[in-house]
């Protein structure tokens, strides 16, 4: 069984577009995450819930918006995409964020901007 | 302003010997290190951590080195394996900071028979 899983695994769309990725836990984890790894591989957080409150939002543009419909989904929309959103998103969730545990990753959203 | 650092960006070790992979960082306030391993077209998978308050973490054939004077942690692999072979990210974070974890950009690891 799958602990994290994101859907879709691929997404190519054109500019301008409006697309949400999803995230769902079977990991009982209070906190889910959203990553972002750009061309140059590194790996930057995005936003941050705990018990579908945010608690995590790094200056992301908020063209980007988190929805947590419940501790278990958190799901990324986004609108007007632009070229530069083309990325990895990776989700992931682990217990209370103040806990010394590690956080637990989806396989990513490889997201293509035509 | 990167706060860890990976410098370099691959290692190529042969099967049976010692891997070790290197990062370090700038952030006296990090109190919790990880390490991942990443296969291509797969997330991050958690490998071994370790907290500030120790110098080492071992798990079979992994162990994780902090020197915190130095602010330079360590993943040792011995003995190295083909099937070790990926992307390895260390990640640190600290404890008031919503569990944000903060990467390096990644070794990759090549293992030859």
């Known amino acids: 069984d799958t602990a994290v899983s994101q859907t879709p695994k691929y997404l190519v769309t054109q500019m301008g577009n409006d697309k949400s990725i999803k995230c769902e836990q079977n990991?009982?984890?209070?906190?889910m995450y959203w990553y972002k790894q750009d061309s140059k591989k590194f790996l930057k957080i995005m936003f941050s819930?705990?018990?579908?409150?945010?608690?995590i939002n790094e200056t992301v543009p908020n063209r980007f918006s988190p929805k947590s419909p419940d501790k278990a989904h958190l799901n990324l929309h986004i609108n007007s995409l632009e070229l530069g959103d083309s990325a990895v998103y990776f989700c992931?969730?682990?217990?209370?964020?103040?806990?010394?545990?590690?956080?637990?990753f989806g396989d990513g959203t490889r997201l293509s901007i035509l | 302003d990167q706060q860890v650092k990976q410098n370099s960006p691959s290692l190529s070790v042969q099967e049976g010997r010692i891997s070790i992979l290197n990062c370090d960082y700038t952030?006296?306030?990090?109190?919790?290190f990880l390490w991942y391993k990443k296969y291509p077209a797969e997330g991050p998978t958690f490998l071994i951590s370790?907290?500030?308050?120790?110098d080492k973490n071992e798990d079979g054939r992994f162990t994780v080195f902090l020197n915190k004077s130095a602010k330079h942690l360590s993943l040792h692999i011995v003995p190295s394996q083909p099937g070790d072979s990926a992307v390895y990210f260390c990640?640190?974070?600290?404890?008031?900071?919503?569990?944000?974890?903060?990467f390096g950009q990644g070794t990759e690891l090549s293992v030859k028979p």
């Open positions: 992931a969730s682990s217990q209370a964020p103040g806990q010394p545990q590690p956080q637990h």
């Open positions: 990991l009982g984890h209070d906190t």
């Open positions: 819930y705990n018990n579908k409150e945010l608690i």
């Open positions: 952030n006296s306030m990090f109190d919790y």
């Open positions: 370790i907290s500030s308050i120790k």
């Open positions: 990640a640190a974070r600290t404890y008031n900071q919503g569990g944000k974890l903060i």
